[in-house]
Nanobody
Framework: QVQLVESGGGLVQAGDSLRLSCAASGRTLSNYRMGWFRQAPGKERECVTA????????LYTGSVKGRFTSSRDNPKNTVFLQMNSLLPLPPPVYYCAAAFVRVGTPLSNSARYAYWGQGPHLTVSS
């Protein structure tokens, strides 16, 4: 089993940048495909970005393309989500997740992920 702990949330202004980190423990992160999801109040959880086990392939939801970048540092058992040009909207909660099927394309389906972080809180002021 793998435990995921996100960090990096906080108070930012619209247009600012922020980087979230997700540190894994318990298992080697290179065994997992990873994803970042978000859930806004009253809305379903959606995939923001997903990344293959070696970082060689990523996918992004349309609204963040060109603004967000996911990456991973397997030796440090950490994945990152760089968010630029944050929008002045009610911020969703961001979760990192691990899918225990190493091989394959990036996964956008939340049902394929077995392990989830707790979700750092993010506040974006206008």
């Amino acid at each position: 089993q793998v435990q995921l702990v996100e960090s990096g949330g906080g108070l930012v202004q619209a247009g600012d940048s922020l980087r979230l980190s997700c540190a894994a423990s318990g298992r080697t992160l290179s065994n997992y495909r990873m994803g970042w999801f978000r859930q806004a109040p009253g809305k379903e959880r959606e995939c923001v970005t997903a990344i293959t086990w070696n970082g060689g392939n990523t996918l992004y939801t349309g609204s963040v393309k060109g603004r967000f970048t996911s990456s991973r540092d397997n030796p440090k058992n950490t994945v990152f989500l760089q968010m630029n040009s944050l929008l002045p909207l009610p911020p969703p909660v961001y979760y990192c997740a691990a899918a225990f099927v190493r091989v394959g394309t990036p996964l956008s389906n939340s049902a394929r992920y077995a392990y989830w972080g707790q979700g750092p809180h993010l506040t974006v002021s206008s």
